[in-house]
């Protein structure tokens, strides 16, 4: 495609200048206004512009992704309400033998559920259950936070519905969720395998000495505390429960090792305490002394209460009686059906949960067996909704609207710059060294791949490459062609471990980690980066060669 008009060559850059900044950075001083509101100002500007038409840009927004996405935010939140990701936090330590066996369970359960529930939404799920059994363990956090965020990017390639770049190659490229998965899959497994190695090299010793103890209360953490915090995985935020809150005081043992200033206080109050309990005990004496004088006079007075004590429980009982007659027992049940009710009531809990399971299960076959995915990820929606049985609009409000909306305007905006002609003439100066079918060729399209991916974001990355990609794959064969979507979305996917700033995952971890009450901890840009440069270019290397 050739470039359009100089006037639309430069407006067109302007509006997509200025979505990349929000979107990248959405707390720019000069306009904060966050990712959401850059991608529609972005496609506002298109418009505007004249870049393209409002036609064309209603036409740019991909409803079968949305669709998908939304799906899978609905099924994301009746699978917390049924209490998955609670179970998913426990087995974290489940059986863990030392800090190195936990380590390796972190990457295998984050890389799992990521691939089932989206790398997103697992971050969100489990970097406050990780922080937990760091502590309990008394361990340093930040080499298993790494094993988090690393391995959720890792895990989310093999399907679909693993990250949002996922979804739209799958919808793009018409690949199956059966195909992709295969395709996928060994590279994603080893790709685990080794990134679970490279931070048991960097960090064995870190693992095998315990850091010194710093507070007597982090030895104690409840079991109760590590399962049992509250989150909505969608719309990205948390919550701590009250009972967590509540082991937390319980369990807070008393701090042994005072200073002498503090044992002196303690002992002052010991002192004062006991004078206190001296005065109380000849009061009581006093009183007691006193006892039988007091007996005596109120006799006659208890007599009398007695009596109409006695009158008003036989009235009580009249009324109870004719309450009875009049069929009142099925308004005020009696006591003894309260167990009764709370089994019932624990057994149509069981149940609800069952049948939640199995309408993802459904919804995973129906995948695999090639059905519209969009639409099963909607009718599995539909279902948990209709099986709840009651007003879903609690549940429906955790849904990320803000989400499918910055896709929407990502959609249209990247749509605009395309009509620009800039990425294609890009793509036609580098295109005879990017072939898929040459390992040189491979190499410079990962390369372009991985820097991309890490200073525009994977999303933008792959609405801009996907199709050219695909077209130049396509001239040498059918099979370079899907192999050509599966490269792409393996190298955007686990370019996201590069830097911090590489994926929304590792924000997610970041963020969920510093803003955690009582457990908070900072991951450094530099901490990642030293992790996250290697372990990128030896997985991203050894998947590629995996990759069917």
Avoid at 167 to 192: R, Y
Avoid at 393 to 416: A, H, N, P
Avoid at 492 to 504: E, F, I, K, P, R
């Amino acid at each position: 495609m050739a470039l359009a008009s100089t006037e639309k060559v430069i407006l067109g850059s302007i509006a997509f200048a200025i979505f990349w900044v929000l979107a990248v950075f959405p707390s720019v001083p000069f306009l904060p206004v966050g990712r959401t509101a850059g991608s529609l100002l972005g496609a506002m500007l298109m418009v505007i512009f004249r870049v393209i038409t409002p036609e064309q840009a209603y036409a740019a927004i991909d409803l079968p992704i949305l669709g998908l996405l939304f799906g899978t935010m609905v099924v994301s939140v009746y699978l917390e309400k049924a209490d998955m990701f609670n179970y998913l936090g426990k087995l974290l330590s489940w059986k863990s033998k030392g800090a190195h066996d936990l380590l390796c369970q972190i990457c295998l359960i984050s890389a799992i559920s990521s691939a089932l529930f989206t790398n997103d939404t697992s971050c969100v799920v489990l970097t406050e259950f990780v922080l937990k059994i760091a502590r309990q363990h008394n361990l340093p956090p930040h080499p298993f936070l790494l094993a988090l965020a690393s391995s959720a990017n890792i895990g989310s390639s093999a399907t679909p519905i693993g990250n949002p770049q996922n979804l739209v190659i799958a919808i793009q490229s018409k690949i199956s969720f059966g195909s992709f998965l295969v395709g996928l899959l060994p590279p994603m497994a080893i790709g685990v395998l080794v990134n679970a190695l490279i931070l048991l090299c960097m960090y064995w010793k870190l693992l095998s000495i315990q850091k010194d103890e710093e507070d007597a209360a982090a030895e104690v953490v409840a079991e109760e505390d590590v399962s049992s915090h509250r989150f909505s995985p969608t719309t990205m935020s948390h919550f701590t429960s009250l009972n967590s809150q509540e082991c937390n005081s319980r369990f807070e043992p008393m701090d042994i090792q005072s200073p002498p200033s503090t044992m002196n206080r303690n002992a002052n109050h010991v002192e004062s305490l006991r004078n206190r309990l001296t005065s109380y005990e000849n009061e009581i004496h006093r009183v007691s002394s006193s006892a039988p004088a007091l007996a005596r006079n109120s006799t006659a007075s208890e007599e009398t209460l007695h009596s109409g004590a006695s009158q008003k429980k036989h009235e009580t009982a009249a009324s109870k009686e004719v309450v009875s007659v009049n069929g009142l027992n099925d308004v005020f049940p009696v006591k003894h059906s309260k167990g009764k009710e709370t089994l019932a009531s624990r057994y149509k809990r069981i149940l609800w949960k069952s049948c939640v399971y199995l309408v993802t299960i459904g919804m995973l076959i129906s995948l695999l067996m090639g059905l519209n995915m969009s639409w099963t990820a909607i009718t599995a929606a539909l279902a948990l909704v209709v099986l709840e049985f009651k007003d879903a609009q609690s549940c429906l409000e955790k849904v990320s609207y803000s989400l499918l909306i910055f896709f929407c305007g990502m959609f249209i905006t990247v749509d605009g710059f395309n009509r620009t002609g800039i990425p294609s003439t890009l793509w036609d100066w580098m295109e005879p060294h990017a072939k898929v079918n040459c390992t040189s060729g491979i190499s410079v399209l990962v390369v372009v791949i991985l820097v991309l991916s890490n200073v525009a974001s994977n999303v933008p990355t792959v609405l801009l490459l996907g199709s050219q990609v695909a077209a130049s794959a396509a001239a040498i064969s059918a099979t370079n062609e899907k192999k050509s979507w599966l490269i792409l979305a393996w190298v955007s996917t686990v370019a996201g471990n590069l830097s911090l700033l590489g994926s929304a995952a590792n924000l997610i971890v970041c963020e969920q980690a510093r803003r955690a009450s009582d457990l908070g901890y900072t991951l450094s840009f530099w901490n990642h980066l030293k992790f996250g440069v290697p372990s990128t270019i030896i997985v991203t290397a050894i998947g590629l060669a995996l990759i069917r």
